[in-house]
């Protein structure tokens, strides 16, 4: 029997589309400022420096549930910071980076075969993770369109990457008691829920009470620390939510030898403990999202939603990827909108991540744009 390369099932990597755009932005005179990624620019806290220091001694294996001082800083963490009230240390488990979460969700789960629902503009990975496992995916914003036909599991992002859209208290709880009604998982990517821009709109876990009446039963949150801590590098996330499945999927990644390393699970205390950390890496985003945020509108972009998280979405009502080039004659470099899906192509994701010099820099250039 011929065998099918897994590779052969997925989409083509996106990013390596950007490949030409890149080459002409980084021949920009002032040098390329590269807004296409999420990826943290500014440095590691020194007490999480330290905290990973200091375990990096330990030989041994670390327990893949995570250590009882992890367990029991998710849990405060997600009380404290994000109103997650009901929660216990058995219902967490730490993850290598939740992108890789994310992928092995559905097999993890044993979802093969079967029916997976997505967002409309979606994180990439989400669609990944049901090919991975011969899943028909369906990208559905309304339950209406999902139909009578029950998946077998649902992502949310919210907020949303890429569009910072945030779904309110209301929408989330319709989620949910439609998700309990059919037995559906409902896995919450909520690794931006930190970076609220809105105060009238802050964003909220599906796990607030105000959403699933402190009834965690098949919810699961995503949680990482990539963003607000800048830890992309330590790989250090987290799951959290009903505790049967929260078993299940360590029951299989015990099986699996997917456990995070023991120093990144001291600095990951570290960072959950550490508020002010956190808070300071916000005001920084904040302070660049102004700066794009007025550049792009004043260059004559249209910034929709974009109520949280790292990035803009924005268009000029064109395909996203003559803005694409336009932009990178600017020596600035974007993602096209069409990465998440159809209905992106004509908008542009602009990450927040770049240095205040780089990002003041693109400003600059915007204001050229003709």
């Known amino acids: 029997m011929a065998r099918t390369p897994l590779g052969a099932r997925l989409p083509d990597f996106p990013w390596d589309t950007l490949d030409a755009a890149k080459e002409r932005a980084q021949a920009h005179p002032d040098g390329i400022v590269n807004l296409s990624v999420g990826t ?14 200091e375990a990096a001694a330990e030989p041994g294996y670390p327990p893949t549930m995570g250590t009882r001082q992890l367990r029991s800083a998710i849990v405060a963490a997600l009380g404290r ?3 997650m009230t009901s929660l216990v240390p058995d219902a967490v488990l730490p993850v290598i980076g939740t992108k890789e979460a994310i992928a092995q969700l559905p097999g993890l789960l044993g979802i093969r075969g079967g029916f997976v629902v ?15 496992g011969d ?8 339950l209406l369109k999902i139909g009578p036909e029950r998946p077998d599991l649902l992502f949310l992002n919210s907020p949303s990457n890429p569009t910072g859209k945030v779904l309110g208290v209301d929408h989330l709880r319709k989620v949910v008691g439609w998700a309990r009604e ?10 931006y829920l930190g970076l609220g821009w809105d105060d009238d709109n802050e964003p909220v876990s599906i796990l607030d009470p105000r959403v699933c009446d402190g009834d965690h039963t098949g919810l699961i949150a995503i949680h990482s620390l990539s963003k607000t801590s800048n830890l992309a590098s330590y790989r250090g996330g987290y799951l959290a939510g009903d505790p049967e499945l929260i078993a299940e999927l ?7 030898g997917l ?5 990144v699970q001291a600095a990951m205390v570290a960072a959950l403990e550490d508020d002010e950390q956190e808070a300071a890496q916000k005001l920084r985003y904040a302070r660049r999202r102004a700066v794009l945020l007025r550049a792009l509108v004043e260059a004559g972009f249209t910034v ?7 990035y803009l979405w924005a268009t000029r009502g064109e395909d996203c990827r003559a803005t694409v080039d336009a932009l990178a004659e600017l020596g600035i470099l974007v993602a096209p909108g069409d990465f998440y899906g159809p209905r992106g192509k004509q908008h542009i994701r602009m990450a927040l991540t770049g240095t205040d010099e780089r990002v003041d820099a693109a400003a600059r250039r915007l204001a050229t744009l003709g």
């Open 182 to 191: 059919r037995g559906v998982i409902v896995a919450s990517d909520e690794c």
């Open 40 to 53: 943290p620019v500014d440095a590691v806290a020194p007490g999480i420096q330290l905290a990973l220091a």
């Open 304 to 310: 929709d939603d974009s109520e949280a998280g790292l």
């Open 135 to 142: 899943n028909r995916v369906l990208r559905a914003d309304s």
């Open 259 to 263: 456990m995070v390393p023991g120093p």
């Open 250 to 256: 360590l029951e299989v990644r015990k099986h699996a």
């Open 118 to 132: 997505i967002p409309e503009i979606a994180y990439p990975t989400y669609e990944v993770a049901a090919l991975l």
């Open 81 to 83: 910071r994000y109103n």
